[in-house]
């Protein structure tokens, strides 16, 4: 019988003692560092650190020079203070700088018999890496926000998963018309692929895919484009047809719009990925076409949490996902007070890769890793899938004038598998 495992962190770290102290600096990638609980400083960076206890020991490859080494020692102290919060004394952290060769870093840590590895950071590096660490007596938590390979295990946070709520949610709610507006480039394409994918799953279809250029200088082209595409013989039919199979309320609602409005438009749901300037232009450009905020869905990724963007009107009403503040702004918080800087966001796979191997690390992994029911961290629930990937539990938020508001909560479960007990 499985049992849900989740992960435990510590609140107040004002009741503690002691705090850890920074980490030393590895300035090479050939030099590994153990860590132990509270870290002490070396005499000079790059030296080793001595243990000081017997047990676990855990890799961390992550750019600690060069131009991401400020996010790496983000990442790294994010680490530590789960190690901290979590209360191990019996885990050390085996440090290897992968900025310039990360297929060195892993075979130093490989070498040094760690029972399990959290990074790297880059998709290139965890590729370096894989075939070094990867195994089944010892899991890999990549920090990479894309898809590894076999025996790699994502952390990150990845546009997929954005994708996939939010098309699921309008789906929900009456849409199932979909259409693309993005970037002509390797990004727009893989937005592209990503909204195919989650549109067929959650039972919608896609009717249209307009592209611009990266830099934005056709937005006025494309947003007309999008504007003008037809309504194809058949489509009106199909969503109704689709609408009633679900049925409900909402499913009612969106026929009843559908058949009222005559079919203006030939989709229901427009999905914006792009940066936050693009996003200005085309929200000005949409204004511009006749778009209207409500009169089709908007949504886009988390870039679309910006000021910037409040104020733009056809920008109320939009839609994008974020992982539920489960423990995040506290975990930020007692980080700033140990410190001492401010390492926004992108550290808290860190923390919740470092609070999981200690949950875990000591009894049998595949079942646990495996666990249908996921387990829950500062950025909510999270569970991994057979081919390594992760699937997150995310909160849908809405756009108004004042900020952002809570469309749809992240579920507080994942659906169970056809056998929970296999």
Not at 152 to 164: S, Y
Not at 238 to 250: E, I, K, N, P, T
Request: aromatic share 6%; hydrophobic share 50%; with cysteine.
């Amino acid at each position: 019988m499985t049992r849900t495992f989740f992960i435990l962190v510590a609140l107040v770290l004002a009741a503690c003692q002691t705090v850890p102290k920074k980490a030393a600096v590895v300035s090479e990638p050939e030099t590994v560092v153990e860590e132990s609980g509270p870290v002490a400083e070396p005499d000079e960076a790059g030296a080793a650190i001595e243990s000081i206890t017997a047990g676990y020991k855990v890799g961390f490859l992550v750019p600690l020079s060069g131009e991401l080494g400020g996010l790496g020692r983000g990442l790294l102290d994010a680490a530590t203070l789960a190690l901290f919060d979590i209360g191990r004394d019996d885990i050390e952290l085996v440090v290897a700088d992968t900025a310039r060769d990360a297929a060195a870093a892993a075979r130093q840590v490989a070498a040094a018999g760690v029972d399990a590895v959290i990074g790297p950071l880059l998709a290139r590096s965890v590729d370096e890496a894989a075939a070094i660490l990867a195994g089944p007596d010892r899991h890999v938590f990549a920090l990479s926000s894309d898809p590894a390979g076999a025996g790699i295990l994502v952390m990150g946070h990845t546009p997929e998963h954005q994708v996939r709520r939010l098309v699921s949610h309008a789906v929900a709610t009456g849409s199932v018309r979909f259409a693309l507006l993005a970037p002509r480039s390797p990004f727009g394409e893989r937005m592209a692929g990503l909204l195919r994918e989650a549109v067929a799953e959650a039972g919608g279809f896609v009717t249209a895919e307009v592209y611009h250029d990266p830099a934005g200088n056709d937005v006025d082209a494309a947003v007309a484009a999008l504007a003008s595409t037809p309504v194809l013989p058949g489509d009106m039919e199909r969503a109704v047809a689709m609408l009633q199979d679900r049925g409900g309320l909402a499913a009612e609602v969106a026929i009843e719009r559908l058949l009222d409005s005559g079919s203006l438009r030939a989709f229901d749901a427009v999905f914006l990925p792009g940066s936050i300037p693009l996003l200005q232009r085309t929200a000005a450009w949409m204004g511009h076409h006749d778009f209207r905020a409500g009169d089709v869905q908007l949504f886009g990724l988390g870039t679309l949490d910006d000021p910037a963007l409040f104020r733009e009107p056809v920008m109320n009403g939009t839609w994008f996902a974020v992982p539920p503040d489960a423990g995040r702004s506290a975990m930020l918080s007692r980080f700033r007070d140990t410190f001492g800087y401010d390492p926004g966001d992108p550290v808290t796979p860190a923390y919740d890769a470092m609070a999981l191997v200690s949950a875990v690390i000591s009894d049998p992994w595949q079942r646990q890793i495996t666990d249908w029911r996921g387990f829950g961290g500062i950025d909510g629930l999270f569970r991994f899938l057979g081919d390594g990937r992760t699937e997150r539990q995310l909160a849908v938020m809405r756009i108004t004038p004042a900020g952002p508001v809570i469309e749809d909560p992240a579920p507080a479960a994942f659906a169970p598998p056809a056998d929970p007990g296999a």
